[in-house]
């Protein structure tokens, strides 16, 4: 029995490290591609070092639930504590199916929209992996919906295990933003305001809702929020959690409002 354990340590370390890479290479893209609406001011930064983009988008209340998703990874590394052994329950079989439906229909859809028709005759096959891999791949909706729909599978437990209860936390954090932006931007694009938005939400009605990864980001929201919630309601104040990150965005939100482009009704 003592032989395996070194073998348990490995696989957590190696789990936990490869979702530290893609949560860095989101960040990173998150603060520097073109399409991101914080790619502009984020780019004298960008020119000096790709670091320094990434710890600003780390200290943005905007991404702070991944900032502690992250906390929690380097938790695992430091000291593994999840149990990978498989959790039978036909309720979490089933929460994991859809996040795993989530990674390959999103995936899918990018390699039929954006891969074949274009990516690949104009630029290669290289380059065309490397945009997948930075553009889709390494994204929030693949990147928690594979941690998760895996981590849901197992025996985890959060009162066992303090990285993963710091990883849900993070995650309820992440989601919240989630629900706040999307009705704000849903909002402005029905009323007509040119915010500085993700070109993908300006028409929401006209395009948005008529996509896809739209269904995809939404629903791996909900699960992985329900999800996180459910786990940490013994042991963990969750009105609390909640309370904590939708007074953290609004503050933010009131403190950048002031130095944003004035939005402009079309």
Not at 55 to 78: K, M, N, Q
Not at 162 to 190: D, E, R
Request: charged letters at 10%; one cysteine or more; proline letters at 7%.
């Amino acid at each position: 029995m003592p032989k395996s354990k070194p073998k348990d340590k490995l696989l957590n370390r190696v789990f936990a490290i490869a979702f530290v890479i893609l949560s860095l290479v989101f960040m990173y893209y998150t603060g520097y591609h073109p399409f991101s609406p914080v790619a502009l001011p984020l780019k004298p930064l960008a020119d000096i070092s790709p670091l320094l983009v990434i710890l600003f988008v780390f200290l943005t209340p905007i991404s702070i639930g991944f900032t502690i998703i992250l906390y929690g990874l380097f938790r695992e590394i430091w000291k593994p504590s999840l149990d990978f052994t498989l959790n039978r329950k036909r309720i979490w079989i089933f929460v994991s199916a859809i996040l795993f439906a989530v990674v390959i229909l999103s995936n899918a859809w990018w390699w039929l929209t954006s891969g074949f028709p274009h990516w690949l005759p104009e630029w290669g096959l290289q380059a065309t992996l490397i945009e997948y891999f930075t553009g889709n791949f390494a994204m929030d909706t693949t990147i928690l919906s594979l941690m998760f729909g895996i981590l849901f599978l197992t025996n985890s437990n959060p009162k066992k295990s303090q990285s993963y209860k710091t990883m849900l936390i993070g995650v309820i954090f992440y989601q919240i933003v989630f629900f706040i932006i999307y009705p704000l931007m849903a909002y402005n694009s029905i009323a007509g305001i040119q915010a500085p938005l993700n070109k993908n939400y300006i028409n929401f009605l006209g395009y948005t809702i008529f996509q896809p990864w739209f269904w995809c980001d939404l629903t791996y929201a909900i699960v992985t929020f329900i999800g996180a919630v459910w786990l940490l309601r013994k042991n963990t104040n969750i009105k609390k959690l909640i309370l904590i990150a939708i007074v953290s965005f609004v503050v933010f939100f009131l403190l950048v409002t002031p130095f944003l482009p004035k939005p402009q009704f079309s």
